[in-house]
Nanobody
Framework: QVQLVESGGGLVQAGGSLRLSCAAS????????MGWFRQAPGKEREFVAA????????TYADSVKGRFTISRDNAKKMVYLQMNSLKPEDSAVYYC?????????WGQGAQVTVSS
């Protein structure tokens, strides 16, 4: 049974930082590309960042480039999202995503709220 469990969300003031973590289990972690998506109330889920399975190449949404950093630890089966210079518009539920071997898995989400 594949599980992705996010942690590290919370309430922070604008300009602050948070670090999200995603613990994966039940899958061969190194064979999966990992990503973060977010969904704000009344909006569609949107891509935030991704990291490849092999060379750890990273991609980011334009809205977070230069502020967010995705990383992974294959030995620990963890993926992280360091979020700096947070803005109120970054407030959303953040979801961890794993894609590989023709399958995709999602975590339950972690709430991030940025106050102005």
């Amino acid at each position: 049974q594949v599980q992705l469990v996010e942690s590290g969300g919370g309430l922070v003031q604008a300009g602050g930082s948070l670090r999200l973590s995603c613990a994966a289990s039940g899958l061969t972690f190194r064979l999966y590309s990992m990503g973060w998506f977010r969904q704000a109330p009344g909006k569609e889920r949107e891509f935030v960042a991704a990291i490849s399975r092999s060379d750890s190449a990273t991609t980011y949404a334009d809205s977070v480039k230069g502020r967010f950093t995705i990383s992974r630890d294959n030995a620990k089966k963890m993926v992280y999202l360091q979020m700096n210079s947070l803005k109120p518009e970054d407030s959303a539920v953040y979801y961890c995503n794993a894609e590989g071997l023709g399958r995709a898995y999602w975590g339950q989400g972690a709430q991030v709220t940025v106050s102005s």
